[in-house]
């Protein structure tokens, strides 16, 4: 990163969004099966200044009752205020009662999910696929909006378009300039079109543009973010509002520690110890047990383990130990074998991961 690009990065305020004020323009995507509230507890303990749950059906929201399974999704943490709740749907009639439902639950900020990809959620007309039917789009803000308090922010995240057809850059602004006009607080870009899934770069150009044409108006940028120079990077060559880190903050919440290090001007922080990563992993269990339950937590947290693993040294042993964890007793044994020395970590955006479905 040059001077320039230093500058312009520590000219950025904090982000406000509506009346929501953050500390800092560094914030945690919603990330399907991944941004529980385990995981945005720790994201927030690490400097994010703000963090969304993983994506949740409207349908599922609107009804979900008593199970202790469904009511772990919703749950909220006192310490991750503000917290953003996100949803996905299809029928714009199901959106007010699910929005509702997560102010209830003590969701501080409601964002509407227009960027999934995968194929499943677009056959089923969610996601990713109202970007091509910009009157249904509208109208979720629309219902979304007059759902909840005046109080509350609500949110969009985007991707640049369906594909890369003149009639997608005319749905995309359509959507963008008229989410606006019917009250959203602000909204998130993803650099990737939804045929691009996760394949190839992110269009930062893109990205640079849509805040040109914002003005005052606030945007997130996404796409990329595997390392605490691309956040400074994206900041200063795109002049985005903020960044939203999505896979690059799976199993290693120093990113956002990182990225506020390099924004203050300071040296860059290094990866964390193996004393460091010891901490968290354990404390992460913790928080997974506690919202899940040990057998689930056991289960849930194996898949953030081969994330962190990428930290350590000998990163695909200690994968390999993880896969295998069941319970909380399992777990410690593997820090115990794994973690019982100190000693410099390895920088995880050496390894990026393709693979995470709505939201990265």
């Known amino acids: 990163m040059n001077t320039l690009e230093n500058n312009a990065a520590l000219a950025n305020p904090p982000l406000s969004i509506g009346g929501v004020v953050l500390e800092s323009p560094v914030v945690q995507a919603a990330l399907s099966g991944y941004s529980d509230r385990a995981m945005r507890v720790l994201a927030r303990r690490h400097g994010a200044a703000y963090a969304l749950c993983e994506v949740l059906l409207d349908i599922f929201v609107a009804v979900v009752g008593t199970n202790s399974r469904n009511l772990a999704k919703i749950a909220v943490a006192d310490e991750e205020h503000p917290v953003g709740g996100q949803l996905m749907g299809a029928n714009p009639d199901d959106f007010a009662p699910a929005a509702r439902r997560l102010v209830e639950a003590g969701f501080d900020c409601i964002d509407i999910n227009f960027g999934c990809p995968v194929k499943k959620v677009l056959g089923r007309c969610r996601g990713g696929y109202l970007l091509g039917v910009p009157e249904t789009a509208l109208?979720?803000?629309?219902?979304?909006?007059?759902?909840?308090?005046?109080?509350?922010?609500?949110?969009?995240?985007?991707?640049?378009?369906?594909?890369?057809?003149?009639?997608?850059?005319?749905?995309?602004?359509?959507?963008?300039?008229?989410?606006?006009?019917?009250?959203?607080?602000?909204?998130?870009?993803?650099?990737?079109?939804?045929?691009?899934?996760?394949?190839?770069?992110?269009?930062?150009?893109?990205?640079?543009?849509?805040?040109?044409?914002?003005?005052?108006?606030?945007?997130?940028?996404?796409?990329?973010?595997?390392?605490?120079?691309?956040?400074?990077?994206?900041?200063?060559?795109?002049?985005?509002?903020?960044?939203?880190?999505?896979?690059?903050?799976?199993?290693?919440?120093?990113?956002?520690?990182?990225?506020?290090?390099?924004?203050?001007?300071?040296?860059?922080?290094?990866?964390?110890?193996?004393?460091?990563?010891?901490?968290?992993?354990?404390?992460?269990?913790?928080?997974?047990?506690?919202?899940?339950?040990?057998?689930?937590?056991?289960?849930?947290?194996?898949?953030?383990?081969?994330?962190?693993?990428?930290?350590?040294?000998?990163?695909?042993?200690?994968?390999?130990?993880?896969?295998?964890?069941?319970?909380?007793?399992?777990?410690?044994?593997?820090?115990?074998?794994?973690?019982?020395?100190?000693?410099?970590?390895?920088?995880?955006?050496?390894?990026i991961d393709e693979t995470i479905e709505c939201g990265a």
């Open 139 to 351: 109208e979720i803000v629309s219902r979304v909006r007059g759902a909840v308090p005046a109080s509350v922010p609500v949110t969009l995240k985007m991707r640049r378009g369906i594909d890369d057809s003149s009639k997608s850059l005319e749905n995309f602004w359509r959507i963008f300039d008229g989410a606006f006009d019917r009250g959203v607080a602000a909204i998130t870009v993803h650099g990737r079109s939804v045929e691009q899934k996760y394949v190839g770069p992110s269009n930062w150009d893109f990205l640079a543009a849509v805040k040109r044409h914002a003005g005052q108006r606030i945007v997130i940028g996404s796409g990329d973010l595997f390392s605490a120079e691309a956040c400074v990077a994206m900041l200063a060559r795109t002049g985005v509002d903020g960044v939203s880190i999505a896979r690059g903050a799976i199993g290693n919440p120093w990113i956002f520690r990182q990225t506020l290090s390099l924004l203050a001007g300071r040296p860059p922080i290094p990866p964390p110890t193996m004393y460091e990563q010891r901490d968290v992993l354990h404390e992460h269990f913790r928080l997974a047990e506690e919202l899940h339950g040990e057998d689930r937590a056991g289960r849930v947290m194996r898949k953030f383990a081969i994330k962190y693993a990428r930290l350590h040294p000998d990163s695909l042993l200690v994968r390999d130990a993880f896969v295998s964890v069941k319970v909380n007793a399992d777990w410690q044994r593997v820090l115990d074998r794994f973690y019982a020395t100190d000693g410099p970590g390895r920088d995880a955006a050496a390894d």
